[in-house]
């Protein structure tokens, strides 16, 4: 306690550390040998992880386009062929043989993706420091900034990191509160066989290399880090591969990145010429300057939000102690933290013009990351991003726009070489080269709504911003992924449906099919399917265009299965009535109808909302982390804020306790285990949808309020329609007060837990009728088939109150209780 009491004062009387109270990850013991211990900084090009250790200080390296292998495709050619067969097979019960000749026939005989690799590690060594006192070391996700701090010998020793947005370079300042006190060493290690290690005549730090060959794919990703040193006093020699700095008062450490990577086509780039640049660039500036400009550009997209669901005694201890006590206490403040956090991530691992945010955002050291930590897209790079429009960092979509745009020029191949198809499809993975074809196996591999779901962020963007001129351009991506359905869906022989076949519901399996998973016209792809063809008709619309094919999609639709709800009241997985009431399996993909889609509504479609209700009660709680992250999203929707709590609970628990798996590592990554940042952000997106959703046409506002937030603002968040919620306020879990700004204009509807009115006094308008905002706008469901074992019965609602606010293009509208 002594050592923290005087901790805590030295950093008073320098300035402190994070200037946000709450908004920092602080710890009282250096991250070891642990990866998952390290704090990770980024800006979207450069990944890092800082470790804060004492006499060996590590900073693990990445670079977003640092992948294995080279240009390459993954079709296989004689899956056309096989195609009728396999589709006889399934509509006639045989899926163990359907799915034995799908691996032989359709799955890829070439690479089954490549691998995101890491660059590297900058290992700095300080000797004599092995004994040290007063150690603390935070993560300011405030202003995106490591510290670390220690004592030896009477000398307070002082590191602060970033990855500079602005300036393209990862920046460390090392200090010592005594002058002449600063000496280390500085070299890089690198996992690469190709890699060598220098240290130039410039004294500079280089390290070169080329990325791994993975499965018959040459490595052709060349690198080149460039690490210099600038110092206040002191001196700087070298040896063959390191450099070698001594009594310094401090030094700023510059690391720049660079790649020939040009698209997933063309690595004729020069990496030499892009990290020589970056760190010329960077290093003529002062630290000061660089730290002003970055913390500016960083925090011009992370203040945009701010959340407040107060505070408590339990907030006061280090975040690895504050996660091992969540379960057991009342602590908001942690909610506030990682909700915080996942936009910090957000916001370090997908900028503009950059990858976008991979299996692990963009920090990685392991050469065979698990799953390659490629883009897995049967759901796992989607709720990367479902936080971004609503969370107001639109910007940050823009990666996964350009991912969506380049699979749609490799996907038109893989459609007709592969199903004699038009239009562009992808399946369920892909990486920086932009494959499309099947991997992994059939039981996997073989669901083709990878690009279906993918586009659909494309329609959420417009719904968001209204912003025409992005819905013209990326209207033929929408119009290529409804065409590759018109081609590609069969008439069922025994429904008649039109359906998907073959189709998965992804990585699940029913006992009645024998362990295989395909089957014909699956939940999920009947979902994904209606969507892509009601958002390309909704844009056709809005565009004036494709009359023609409108017709055709609409007359398409309308022959599409309706959802079912089964013999255990549950909404079914599969058009027969197959489900386990016993399976607890971490995907529960038919669910996608309830969210991220809005087809499952407790007010427009009660059965169905039933039924997804008692399928996530079947499936229960403890999962993967990701799955978790989507169930929390899932209660929120089902208007259920304990429940929603209680996954948060479940999501924010030390890794290793949940005996079903999940859980959080100590630096507040996403545990699947192993770790996978897209529970961070499924967790950021669900706890927005328990403050705020827009997608069933009204703003509902406080929707899955939990009884351990009676009280709280929250300021930032945006809705479809451009209205953002300049500040929510509310007490006793009821809304207090309310500022609405609207960006485009038209109606703004709300539903609200209790009685509004304007703060002039004046009355709202009770909704009526359908909502007249073209934002709004909701598809009329089909009605389900019920099976007659069902006892379905619809749900009891909290009342809510429904108003209509007409609203001027860039308007403020402030609302108060009544």
């Known amino acids: 306690m002594k050592q923290l009491l005087i901790v805590i004062l030295f950093f008073s009387m320098t300035g402190g550390f994070s200037q946000q109270p709450g908004l920092a990850l602080w710890y009282k013991q250096p991250s070891g040998d642990v990866w998952e211990n390290a704090l990770p900084i980024g800006n979207g090009r450069l990944g890092g992880m800082v470790y ?10 990445n670079e977003h386009t640092v992948w294995s292998g080279s240009p390459n495709r993954n079709d296989n050619p004689d899956a056309l062929a096989s195609l009728p067969e396999v589709r006889k097979l399934i509509f006639e019960g045989h899926y163990k043989e359907a799915e034995k000749l799908t691996n032989q026939s359709i799955l890829t005989k070439r690479s089954h993706g490549q691998k995101f690799q890491p660059v590297g590690n900058l290992e700095i060594t300080f000797n004599g420091h092995d004994n040290y006192s007063n150690y603390y070391r935070e993560l300011d996700i405030s202003r995106a900034v490591t510290k670390t701090s220690y004592t030896v010998g009477g000398v307070t020793y002082t590191r602060e990191t970033f990855a500079s947005l602005p300036d393209k370079v990862i920046v460390m300042q090392l200090t010592a509160s005594k002058p002449g006190n600063l000496s280390f060493s500085a070299t890089y290690s690198c996992p690469h066989k190709s890699s060598s290690v220098v240290s130039t005549a410039s004294n500079d730090l280089e390290l070169t290399g080329v990325t791994s060959d993975h499965e018959g794919v040459k490595g052709m990703v060349k690198f080149k880090g460039i690490t ?49 640049t970056y760190v010329k660039q960077a290093s ?20 945009r939000v701010k959340l407040d669901l107060g505070s408590s005694k339990d907030s006061q201890v280090p975040t690895d102690e504050q996660l091992k006590n969540f379960r057991n206490t009342n602590d908001p403040a942690l909610v506030v933290l990682y909700y915080q956090y996942g936009r910090y991530l957000l916001i370090s691992s997908s900028q503009p013009g950059g990858q976008p945010a991979n299996l692990q955002g963009i920090w990685n050291n392991k050469m065979s990351p698990p799953w390659d930590s490629k883009y897995t897209i049967n759901i796992n790079t989607e709720m990367n991003y479902w936080p971004a429009e609503k969370t107001n960092l639109t910007e940050l979509h823009d990666p996964l726009f350009q991912l969506v745009k380049e699979l749609s020029e490799t996907g038109q191949e893989t459609a007709r070489v592969m199903y004699g198809a038009r239009g562009w499809m992808a399946h369920h993975n892909t990486d920086i080269w932009r494959i499309n074809g099947p991997v992994d196996g059939a039981f996997w591999g073989v669901w083709n709504a990878g690009g279906g779901w993918l586009s659909q962020h ?14 013209e351009s990326v209207y033929p991506i929408l119009r290529g992924a409804s065409l ?12 008649h449906w039109l359906v998907v076949a073959p189709a998965n519901s992804p990585e699940n399996a029913p006992k009645a099919h024998e362990g295989s998973s395909l089957d014909a016209g699956t939940t999920m792809d009947n979902q ?9 008709i909704r844009a056709a619309e809005i565009l004036n265009k494709d009359a023609s094919f409108v017709d055709t999609l609409k007359q398409k639709r309308g022959r599409l299965a309706p959802m079912h709800i089964g013999q255990h009241n549950q909404l079914q997985e599969w058009l027969d009535d197959v489900d386990d009431p016993n399976d607890h399996h971490r995907h529960i993909s038919h669910l996608y109808g309830l969210f991220p889609s809005n087809q499952i509504s407790p007010y427009r479609t009660p059965e169905l909302f039933a039924a997804a209700r008692n399928t996530l009660t079947q499936r229960g709680d403890v999962s993967t982390g990701w799955s978790m992250g989507w169930k929390i999203n899932w209660w929120a929707k089902m208007l259920d804020g304990n429940h929603a709590y209680k996954l948060i609970q479940n999501q924010l628990t030390p890794l290793g306790v949940n005996p079903d798996g999940g859980g959080t590592y100590t630096n507040l990554f996403d545990a699947h285990p192993p770790f996978q940042i897209d529970g961070n952000f499924g967790c950021t997106s669900g706890i927005t949808e328990m403050l705020m959703q827009s997608s069933d046409g009204t703003v509902h506002l406080l929707p899955a ?16 329609g451009g209205f953002e919620i300049v500040n929510m306020e509310w007490k006793d879990t009821k809304l207090v007060k309310l500022v609405v700004k609207s960006i485009l204009g038209g109606n703004l509807r709300l539903r609200v837990p209790n009685k509004l009115k304007l703060n002039n006094g004046t009355g709202l308008n009770q909704a009526t009728g359908k909502n007249p905002n073209v934002f709004y706008q909701t598809e009329d469901t089909p009605a389900p088939i019920v099976s007659p074992k069902s006892t379905i019965a619809a749900l009891a609602l909290k009342e809510t109150v429904l108003y209509d606010l007409p609203t001027q293009k860039g308007g403020i509208y402030t609302l108060v209780s009544k």
């Open 284 to 303: 003529s500036k002062s630290f000061a300057s660089l730290l002003k400009g970055h913390v500016a550009a960083y925090q011009h997209l992370f203040n």
């Open 458 to 471: 494309l329609w959420e963007h417009y719904l968001y911003t209204g912003d025409k001129a992005f819905l």
């Open 528 to 536: 994904i399917v209606y969507d892509v063809f009601s958002s390309t």
């Open 228 to 276: 210099r040193i600038k110092l206040n006093g002191g001196t700087l020699s070298k040896t063959d591969s390191s450099l070698l700095i001594k009594g310094a008062n401090s030094a700023t450490i510059f690391i720049s990145i660079g790649t020939n990577f040009n698209n997933y086509k063309d690595l004729g780039g020069d990496e030499s010429k892009r990290a020589e």
């Open 52 to 61: 804060g250790n004492v006499p060996k200080e590590i900073i693990q390296l």
């Open 484 to 495: 590759f359905y018109v081609d590609f869906l069969v008439e069922h022989p025994k429904y």
């Open 705 to 720: 309020l939990p009884d351990a937030w009676p009280g709280g603002t929250v300021s930032g968040l945006k809705t479809r």
